[in-house]
């Protein structure tokens, strides 16, 4: 059945540091991977796409990369700030008859930048 | 647009008793989705829909679970008999169908069910 999987354990990072999560993937082939951020007691906030010939895809401080060989995903967030602490969910998704339809996510990564 | 709306955002309830969660998708969304969030299994898919009608429902853990969405603006998830196992915080999300579109879910603040 298909998987996902991000590092469940909490990652605690050093203010300014770079922080990078990870996100891997079995038994399907993604056709696009999302990246979202989810705050305590909120709903998930879409950050980022990248499609599987993208190798790269970079917003402001926040850099994706894309693997389709080793079926794994990085989501880097460059000069982390205390307010970038939250859970970061990704989600491969295989295109159907749409580019929507059905959206697993892993379990997530929580986050925390100290000041 | 206000987002996606759910309601009721806390709902606490006994073993038992039946329980409706309510969402309105954003205005002009084709695509909605219901999904449930616990510590232990994170975000699951429940069931969604396209154009109201229902096209994945392998989510929905028993027959306990239905949902519905009787037009373009609203959707309901019901849960009877509810149960303590159930208790988790149910969101709903939407999305729109376009070639050049990132297909995003945009999600409500969700509903925490709490049954007793």
């Known amino acids: 059945s298909q998987k996902i999987e991000q590092n469940s354990e909490a990652l605690n990072i050093q203010e300014g540091k770079t922080a990078t999560l990870t996100c891997n993937y079995t038994?399907?082939?993604?056709?696009?991977l999302q990246w979202y951020r989810q705050d305590p007691g909120r709903g998930p906030v879409f950050l980022l796409l990248?499609?599987?010939?993208?190798k790269e895809k970079r917003k402001e401080r926040l850099k994706v990369t894309f693997d389709t060989t080793l079926k794994q995903s990085l989501f880097h967030i460059t000069a982390s700030q205390p307010a970038d602490s939250a859970t970061y969910l990704c989600a491969p998704r295989a295109l159907g008859s749409s580019n929507t339809g059905k959206l697993i996510f892993g379990q997530g990564t929580t986050l925390q930048v100290k000041p | 647009d206000a987002g996606v709306i759910q309601s009721p955002r806390h709902e606490v309830t006994e073993m038992g008793q039946e329980v409706t969660l309510r969402c309105k998708p954003i205005s002009g969304h084709d695509y909605l989705f219901w999904y449930r969030q616990t510590m232990m299994r994170g975000l699951e898919l429940l069931i969604y829909?396209?154009?109201?009608?229902?096209?994945?429902d392998s989510g929905m853990p028993e027959d306990r679970f239905s949902a519905k969405m009787p037009n373009a603006s609203f959707s309901t998830l019901k849960i009877q008999p509810s149960e303590p196992r159930d208790s988790a915080v149910y969101f709903c999300?939407?999305?729109?169908?376009?070639?050049?579109?990132?297909?995003?879910?945009?999600f409500g603040e969700g509903s925490r069910l709490t049954v007793l």
């Open positions: 999300a939407s999305s729109i169908t376009g070639t050049t579109n990132t297909g995003e879910l945009f």
């Open positions: 829909f396209n154009n109201n009608v229902p096209i994945d």
């Open positions: 990248i499609r599987e010939n993208e």
């Open positions: 038994n399907y082939s993604p056709a696009y």
